[in-house]
């Protein structure tokens, strides 16, 4: 069974920066795509990066991608999600995925049908 384990949210003002990580089994982290997800109150959740498991090619959506980015530090067995000018839009619980299709399609999966799921982690943006 995939074990994520998400870290790093919390309550930061507008415009300003934190850094989420996930961490995963050995086995998980050099097999699997891996990506954030997040679920903003009254909405879907929906994707916000993915990231192949050589880390070599990143996806991001197009509403964040100006100032999110996702990377990997594969001798930390570690994922992260740097996250810089937040906005109260961008308040939600963020998770962390894991799933063997590829990367590219996690952007176009239903989150219902990603294989694993964190926990969650919330971010608050006030302004």
């Known amino acids: 069974q995939v074990?994520?384990?998400?870290?790093g949210?919390?309550?930061?003002?507008?415009?300003?920066?934190?850094?989420?990580?996930c961490t995963a089994s050995e086995v998980t982290f050099n097999t699997y795509a891996m990506g954030w997800f997040r679920r903003a109150p009254g909405k879907e959740?929906?994707?916000?990066?993915?990231?192949?498991?050589?880390?070599?090619?990143?996806?991001?959506?197009?509403s964040v991608k100006d100032r999110?980015?996702?990377?990997?530090?594969?001798?930390k067995n570690t994922m992260y999600l740097q996250m810089n000018s937040l906005t109260p839009e961008d308040t939600a619980v963020y998770y962390c995925a894991a799933d063997t299709?590829?990367?590219?399609?996690?952007g176009s999966t239903n989150p219902g049908e990603?294989?694993?799921w964190g926990q969650g982690t919330q971010v608050t943006v006030s302004s």
Do not use: C
């Open 9 to 21: 949210g919390g309550l930061v003002q507008a415009g300003g920066s934190l850094r989420l990580s």
């Open 114 to 116: 990603i294989e694993s």
């Open 68 to 75: 999110f980015s996702i990377f990997k530090e594969n001798a």
């Open 45 to 62: 959740r929906e994707f916000v990066a993915a990231i192949t498991w050589s880390g070599r090619t990143k996806y991001t959506a197009d």
């Open 3 to 7: 074990h994520l384990v998400e870290s």
């Open 101 to 106: 299709r590829p990367a590219q399609a996690m």
